[in-house]
Nanobody, 124 residues
C-alpha cells in the first residue's frame, strides 16, 4: 500500500509559479512510476506529467511542455511538479498517482494509488 499526500496548491496570478509536492508513505517509493494529473471544473481528469522509477524518463502533455517540470527524490519519497508561466487554463485540482509499471504511463488505468488532490487556481 502506498499513501500519497499532495501539497502546494494555492491561488496565483497568471505568469506566476508554483511547486507542488507529493509525499508517499512506505519504503517502496522507488518501485513506482509517478504521475501528475489534473481535473478542471466541469472537465475530465487528464494526464499532465509522468516520471519513471529512477527519474531518468519524463513525459508531458503538450499544453505544459516547456512550462512544467516533474522530478522526484527517492530518498525523500517525494515527487514534485514545478509549474512556471501559469495560465488561467491551468486552474484545476492536481492529483499525484503511483503506478507499478516501470515506464511512464499516461493512462489513468495504469496507476494503482492516488492522492486526494491539491487545488491550483490561476487568476488572469
Amino acid at each position: 500500500q502506498v499513501q500519497l499526500v499532495e501539497s502546494g496548491g494555492e491561488l496565483v496570478q497568471a505568469g506566476g509559479s508554483l511547486r507542488l509536492s507529493c509525499a508517499a508513505s512506505g519504503r517502496t517509493f522507488s518501485s513506482y512510476a509517478m504521475g501528475w494529473f489534473r481535473q478542471a471544473p466541469g472537465k475530465e481528469r487528464e494526464f499532465v506529467a509522468g516520471i519513471s522509477r529512477s527519474g531518468g524518463s519524463t513525459y508531458y502533455t503538450d499544453s505544459v511542455k516547456g512550462r512544467f517540470i516533474i522530478s522526484r527524490d527517492n530518498a525523500k519519497n517525494t515527487v514534485y511538479l514545478q509549474m512556471n508561466s501559469l495560465k488561467p487554463e491551468d486552474t484545476a485540482v492536481y492529483y499525484c498517482a503511483a503506478g507499478r509499471g516501470p515506464l511512464v504511463e499516461i493512462r489513468q488505468s495504469k496507476y494503482d494509488y492516488w492522492g486526494q488532490g491539491t487545488r491550483v487556481a490561476v487568476s488572469p
